[in-house]
């Protein structure tokens, strides 16, 4: 099992840009794909960004060209940098892993995102 921990969530105006963190508890090296999904009040939780393993990415179209998903597989680290946020990224984002070998997914508990002005 591994612990996910998302980090770096806040209060930012629109335009603006936040960094999230999400930590996990052991090695991602096994975990591929991880993602972030958000969910907004109201509405169903989608997903935002993916990355592989070999470092593959995906975007929802909504995110393209602002949003940017990284991962640190030394630091057991995936990131998503946020600029030019909107109103409408407000949302609970959640750290997403996939563990190939048992066909688990592991969520982390979130961390809240408000763009407002």
């Known amino acids: 099992q591994v612990q996910l921990v998302e980090s770096g969530g806040g209060l930012v105006q629109p335009g603006g840009s936040l960094r999230l963190s999400c930590a996990a508890s052991g090695s991602i090296f096994s975990f591929s794909p991880m993602g972030w999904y958000r969910q907004a009040p109201g509405k169903q939780r989608e997903l935002v960004a993916t990355?592989?393993?070999?470092?593959?990415?995906t975007y929802a179209d909504s995110v393209k060209g602002r949003f940017s998903i990284s991962r640190d597989n030394a630091r057991n680290t995936v990131y998503l940098q946020m600029d030019s946020l909107k109103p409408e990224d407000t949302a609970v984002y959640y750290c997403n892993a996939y563990h190939r070998a048992d066909g688990k997914d592991y969520w982390g508990k979130g961390t809240l995102v408000t763009v407002s002005s």
């Open positions: 990355i592989t393993r070999g470092g593959s990415t």
